[in-house]
C-alpha cells in the first residue's frame, strides 16, 4: 500500500512563507514525476508546479518566482517552498505522484490527502 502524506500547511500573513512537505510510503519502485496541485473553495483542482525524477521543473504562471519546487529521491520526499504568500494562494494543496510498484509494469497516479494553506491578515 503506498500513501503520500503532506504537512507544513497552515494559517500564514500575506508576504509570509510556508514549505510543505509530501512523504511518499509503502512498497516502492520507483518514482517519476511528482507535483503539487491546489484547490481554492468553489474552483477546480489545479496544477502548481512539476519535477521529474531528473530534476526538471515546471510552474503555473501564477507562482513562478515565488515558489519553488523540490524532492530528495532518496527519502521519496517532495518539497513545496512558498514565498511572498498573497489570499489568492489559499486552497488546501495536495500532492501526487506516478509511482511503480516492484510487481506492477505500469505507473499509477497517488494523490496525497492534501494539507490546507490559508493566507490572511
Known amino acids: 500500500q503506498v500513501q503520500l502524506v503532506e504537512s507544513g500547511g497552515g494559517l500564514v500573513q500575506p508576504g509570509g512563507s510556508l514549505r510543505l512537505s509530501c512523504a511518499a510510503s509503502g512498497t516502492i519502485r520507483s518514482i517519476s514525476t511528482m507535483g503539487w496541485y491546489r484547490q481554492a473553495p468553489g474552483k477546480q483542482r489545479e496544477l502548481v508546479a512539476t519535477i521529474t525524477s531528473g530534476g526538471s521543473t515546471n510552474y503555473a504562471d501564477s507562482v513562478k518566482g515565488r515558489f519553488t519546487i523540490s524532492r530528495d529521491n532518496a527519502k521519496n520526499t517532495l518539497y513545496l517552498q512558498m514565498n511572498s504568500l498573497k489570499p489568492e494562494d489559499t486552497a488546501v494543496y495536495y500532492c501526487?505522484?506516478?509511482?511503480?510498484?516492484?510487481?506492477?509494469?505500469?505507473?499509477?497516479?497517488?494523490w496525497g490527502q492534501g494539507t490546507q494553506v490559508t493566507v490572511s491578515s
Open positions: 501526487e505522484g506516478r509511482i511503480r510498484l516492484p510487481q506492477d509494469m505500469t505507473w499509477s497516479d497517488y
